[in-house]
Structure formats: C-alpha cells, structure tokens
C-alpha cells in the first residue's frame, strides 16, 4: 500500500515567518513529487515539483527532496495571510500507475 | 491558453437525474482524469484516460460513466447517483508519462437530493 503522510495541522505561524511543512512517502520507487495549495472551496493549484534530491525555490517557496530519507517538505518564507490554505503533497509512483497519491493535507494559517 | 475549464461550476440533482459533467484543456495533454474530494479529504481519484483510452477505473459505481470524445474533452455521465456522491468533481490534464504535473479544473459542486 503506497501512502503518503503529512500532519494535517492546523499549523499557525506569524506573518512574515517561515511556514515547514513536511511529507513522507513510503515507496522507494517514487519519482516525482508535488505541492499543491487549495483554498476552501476551490480547487488544488499546483505550485511547486520536484524530481531530484535537493533544494528547488521559486519566489517564496522552496521544495526539499531527500529521497534516502523518504521526505520531501515545503518552506514558505515570508508567509503573508493569503497563504493560508491547505497544502496537499502528492507522489507519482511512475511506470505503468500514471496516478498521483496524495497526502491529507497540511492547513496552514497565517496570523496577522 | 493554459488552463482547464469545467462545467458547470454548480449542480443539484435528484436521485432519478440523468446529468453531465464537462471538462476541457487547451494545454496539449493527453492523459485526463476524473477526481472525487469530499469536504476536508484529499482528491479520490476516480478514472484516468491516456491518449483518449481509459487506462484506470478505480472501481468506481457504474452510476458514473466517463466518456472521452477527444484529447481536450473529458465527460462524466451520472446517473442514479446517492446523496453520498455530493461532492467537489475535480477534472485534471497531464503529459502522459514519468513525471505526470497535473492540472486542476476550477471543478464542479455537485450535490444529490
């Protein structure tokens, strides 16, 4: 059974902070992995993938992989109360599953 | 056009209903599915078509039929459905392949009477 596990908060930090928000998976074969954000009410946007061991920062975010630990986890610097949102982390096991396995989510809220 | 529409944004329905929901993308992908997500869950997912074939059906009630008529539209026919299919119906499009970025649709509100 493939899972992917997140805690499903809420996590509450300051505005202006660095929100971590963090996701273990456990199948070694995991090739691809995705941060999605969703709002109440609407759909997940995708707004962060990683494919390689490392760091990958975009504007504010930064994904982190280390796949001989099995966890992949988002920072958010500078977080602003519009990033508060449920944070989906999701796994593509590849080959022939073309399906994503997504965790609970995370809800992160940001306190003015 | 980078985006994936889905319609309608809102539906009720009664138990005997025959109704329809509609995806379209414009972003030349040619795998799409067909999520569930229930208030406070993760999105279930239901069917993946790649190139215009159904390739999963994750044991989903033939109450729900998809129907994929081209690689930009992606349907979903229901029918019979239970007030425990109320739900978020999501539509998503990818590259087939290793690295599989999905796409959301704003998705469709349905609620069964």
């Known amino acids: 059974q493939k899972e992917v596990e997140q805690n499903s908060g809420p996590l509450s930090v300051p505005e202006g902070a660095i929100a971590s928000l963090n996701c273990t998976y456990s199948?070694?074969?995991?090739?691809?992995f995705f941060w999605y954000r969703q709002y109440s009410g609407k759909s997940p946007e995708l707004i962060m993938s990683i494919y390689s061991n490392g760091d990958k920062e975009d504007g504010r975010f930064t994904a982190q992989l280390n796949k001989a630990s099995q966890y992949v986890s988002l920072l958010i610097r500078d977080s602003q109360p519009s990033d508060s949102a449920t944070y989906l982390c999701?796994?593509?096991?590849?080959?022939?599953?073309?399906?994503?396995?997504f965790g609970t989510g995370t809800l992160l809220a940001v306190q003015p | 056009d980078t985006e994936v529409t889905q319609t309608p944004k809102h539906l009720v329905m009664g138990m005997t209903n025959k109704k329809s929901l509609k995806c379209e993308q414009h972003?030349?992908?040619?795998?799409m599915y067909w999520y569930k997500q229930k208030a406070k869950k993760p999105p279930e997912l239901m069917f993946v078509?790649?190139?215009?074939?159904?390739?999963i059906n994750e044991s989903v009630p033939s109450r729900f039929s998809p129907e994929c008529p081209n690689s930009s539209l992606l349907n979903l026919h229901l029918h019979a459905l239970q007030p425990e299919d109320s739900a978020l119906y999501l539509c998503?499009?990818?590259?087939?392949?290793?690295?599989?970025?999905?796409?959301f649709g704003p998705g469709t509100r349905l609620t069964v009477l």
């Open positions: 999701a796994v593509n096991y590849g080959g022939a599953t073309n399906k994503l396995i």
């Open positions: 078509y790649s190139y215009e074939k159904l390739s």
């Open positions: 199948d070694r074969v995991s090739q691809s």
């Open positions: 972003m030349g992908h040619r795998a």
């Open positions: 998503a499009s990818s590259h087939p392949g290793q690295n599989n970025e999905q796409f």
